[in-house]
């Protein structure tokens, strides 16, 4: 299993917001770039960039720390918040996102993200299945809709989606837990997708149940921050 950290993005300085709340904002680190090449040499591969500005404004605004970030490190970045448009994610890409995840485009817009599917591939296109008590919530969580996320999900996957990130906004960092039942009920109803954990993640012990479950990775951002979980642990679990 990946073990993912993540640099969320606000005005450029990495931040990181409480159950996806703006007024509940917390300030990390001013300089993303730093904290990405400290992931890169704690040995993780990768990395989830999150443009928060970009998932209120509805466009890519974060895309400069991105582009630094990808020239700077190695590290295979999926980016997301903010991807609304075909400009969008040619930017995202050719500032060096190797995995670009929509979830709001996929609500709103299915037909835009059925053919960025078709024209990029499911390698490189994720699934954005972010839910409130099993509602999927989009533009930055700030608005829930009535769709149920396992239906939600089934859908894309008939239409090919092969990676989903599922984060539940309602555990999202409170480092509480994941949401554990979440993530078996969606392996459940669709084996062979390649889930990523996101939200709640508290500990090592919550990663390792994770793994024990099979995910293709965990996505693990204020637990690093707050440092319930640190890098040497995380490198000793990656086997590093």
């Known amino acids: 299993m990946y073990i993912i950290p993540a640099i969320d993005l606000i005005d ?11 007024r509940q904002k917390k300030e990390y680190n001013a300089r993303p770039l730093e904290v ?5 040499d704690a040995g993780l591969t990768r990395l989830h960039l999150v443009d928060l500005d970009g998932a209120r404004e ?11 970030i990808a020239a700077k490190t190695r590290l295979h970045i999926d980016f997301g918040g903010g991807v609304q448009s075909d400009d969008d994610l040619r930017v995202a890409f050719e500032c060096g996102a190797k995995q670009v995840t929509g979830g709001s485009i996929a609500v709103k ?11 990029f591939g499911a390698d490189k296109i994720i699934l954005g299945a972010d839910a409130k008590h ?3 919530a989009v533009s930055g969580w700030e608005e829930g809709t009535e769709l149920w ?18 984060t539940d906004v309602s555990k999202d960092g409170l480092l509480q837990g994941p949401s554990f039942d979440l993530y078996r ?19 090592m012990q919550d990663i390792e149940t994770l793994a024990d479950m099979n995910l293709f990775g965990v996505i693990v951002g204020k637990a690093i921050y707050e440092g319930r ?10 086997g590093l």
Do not use: C, H
């Open 12 to 22: 450029g300085k990495a931040v990181r917001l409480t159950q996806g709340d703006y």
């Open 36 to 40: 990405a090449q400290q992931f890169e």
């Open 58 to 68: 509805k466009r890519v605004i974060n895309w400069k720390v991105l582009e630094q």
């Open 109 to 119: 817009q299915p037909d835009v993200f059925e053919r960025w599917l078709s024209r």
């Open 134 to 136: 099993e509602k999927i």
């Open 149 to 166: 996320v396992y239906d939600f999900v089934d859908n894309y996957v008939d239409k090919g989606v092969k990676y989903v990130i599922s």
């Open 185 to 203: 009920n969606l392996q459940d109803r669709a084996p062979d997708l390649n889930i990523i954990a996101s939200g709640g993640v508290s500990n």
């Open 229 to 238: 979980v640190t890098l040497k642990e995380l490198m000793l679990f990656s």
